[in-house]
């Protein structure tokens, strides 16, 4: 078992600047982001021997950014995105919502519709219901998207009967017994990838099923919901790391490289938030752990991942290593026995490396997890 942290009474006292800086740092980044012509965002902002260039376009990440601008005042929306601020941008994806066959992306434009009080979510919130959520195999990410679109859609009839066998779908994926859930709901997965969990698989059903209790007082949500909450702070690193790959049998890590930026920062807070709201645990030591790595990460000597002179956070801490090597190795010998881990990983592939990349979706969750009101009161 991977040692649980200690925070310390430092990173407490200074998360309210943390959180200033990081915000302010987001909104600055996606108007650097944002594509006018496409009136969508780009997929990432990348370091060449040219410079940080935007590369790509993304409407997920789009969708995922308007989360987060939807708790801004309009006019943070307007210097990002010109005079005809985040409803044009969602108009822009509601248009062919009905052509998408991709359920994450669907359920994240019902969920921003819903966050910017549209006046006629329908086209989305019926593709998703023709999706079939509730038994067609998908990932856990994405039925966790779909959860939360539904509950904040519940004064809808037909999005409150889907929302609730969505719920029940997630929630009969879930491992009591490690208190995780698996990376996929529903088909086949290879034996040697069936029991591997990303941080992912975790965050978002916490997020989801929070979200859920909260319309439908569902004691197995918010039970569900603290008890994956927990094998996370019980799975967190030393440092405050969220790591990357977990056994869903047994609770453990399998690899913690790489560690993300966005983990740290905006996805764990804005589940551990949501989780709080309605009525669960308090996990503010965990919050401010994963606050002080990202500011100091030992794994760089010290140095952060938040990058001043670039205006920009990068994506991640990796090994140096060949594509994915490590959890590769380690899912497999995992699969062959829950205790069995390849040795001398750390030393043949030291996690050192920084991945020069930056993606507005990471801003928008920022901004989520971190509203001006909340960042006030931190």
């Known amino acids: 078992m991977v040692p649980t942290v200690t925070p310390s009474a430092t990173a407490a006292h200074h ?3 943390c959180v200033a800086r990081l915000r302010s740092m987001a909104i600055d980044a996606l108007r650097r982001m944002y594509l006018p012509q496409e009136q969508m965002f780009c997929f990432c902002i990348r370091r060449t021997d040219a410079g940080d260039r935007p ?9 995922i950014t308007l989360l987060g601008l939807a708790g801004e005042d309009e006019a943070v929306a307007r210097r990002i995105v010109g005079p005809g601020g985040t409803a044009m941008v969602l108009d822009r994806l509601l248009e062919d919502v009905d052509d998408l066959t991709n359920l994450g992306d669907v359920a994240l434009t019902l969920w921003a519709a819903a966050r910017l009080n549209h006046d006629n979510p329908a086209a989305a919130l019926e593709r998703l219901i023709e999706l079939d959520p509730a038994t067609q195999p998908y990932p856990t990410v994405e039925l966790a998207w779909a959860l939360t679109a539904l509950s904040l859609h519940a004064p809808h009839s037909e999005a409150a009967e889907q929302r609730d066998a969505v719920a029940r779908r997630l929630l009969s994926a879930f491992n009591d017994h490690s208190g995780l859930f698996p990376h996929y709901v529903g088909g086949r997965v290879g034996a040697l990838r069936a029991h591997v969990a990303c941080f992912a ?3 978002y059903p916490i997020q989801a099923l929070s979200h859920y209790h909260q319309v439908t007082p569902c004691d197995e949500a918010l039970a569900a919901a603290r008890r994956c909450a927990a094998a996370i702070r019980d799975t967190q690193g030393p440092d405050g790391q969220y790591w990357w790959h977990h056994d869903v049998r047994t609770g453990n890590v399998i690899e913690g ?13 804005m589940a551990l938030h949501a989780l709080r709201d309605a009525g669960g645990d308090e996990h503010a030591d965990m919050v401010e752990a994963g606050l002080a790595w990202l500011e100091r990460s030992p794994e760089l000597g010290g140095a ?3 990058d001043e002179s670039a205006g920009l956070i990068w994506r991640k801490v990796a090994r ?3 594509r994915k090597l490590a959890r590769r190795v380690q899912a497999v010998a995992s699969a062959i026995h829950p205790a069995l881990r390849v040795p001398g990983v750390d030393v043949l592939m030291p996690p050192h490396a920084i991945d020069y990349e930056s993606r507005p979706y990471h801003m928008g969750w920022i901004l989520l997890a971190w509203p001006p009101q909340r960042a006030e009161r931190t």
């Open 15 to 17: 998360r309210p600047a």
């Open 55 to 63: 590369e790509g376009v993304s409407r997920r990440y789009t969708a």
């Open 201 to 203: 698989d975790l965050v």
């Open 257 to 269: 490289y790489p560690v993300y930026a966005v983990h740290q920062n905006s996805m764990a807070p």
């Open 304 to 306: 952060s991942l938040i």
């Open 320 to 322: 140096r290593e060949p």
